[in-house]
């Protein structure tokens, strides 16, 4: 998955982001998180916006964690609403 955004990252210029945590249940063990976390740290300050669709619970927690690791814009989406994410990181 790195190299795919290394790739789309190469295309243009502070692109939107969607993260669609519909289905994340956690990490099964710590080092997937931390690989995840070089991702995010890597990558802090590439996109414009970034759109985060969810539920509730996570989003809470994962809020706390990325305002710490990025400068991006970022907006919260229900799960129902992926299409209005979708817009709204394009958009920016």
Known sequence: MHALLHERLGTTDNP???????????????????????????HA????????????????????VVNLLTGSEMQWFESSDTESAIAWARDG
């Not at 300050?45 to 994962?62: L, P, T």
């Open 16 to 42: 939107g982001l969607v993260l669609d945590l519909t289905s994340f249940e956690g990490y099964e063990e710590p080092s997937a998180m931390l690989e995840d976390l070089k991702v995010d740290t890597a």
């Open 45 to 64: 300050n590439d996109f414009g916006r970034i759109a985060v669709v969810g539920e509730r619970r996570w989003m809470e927690w994962g809020a706390r």
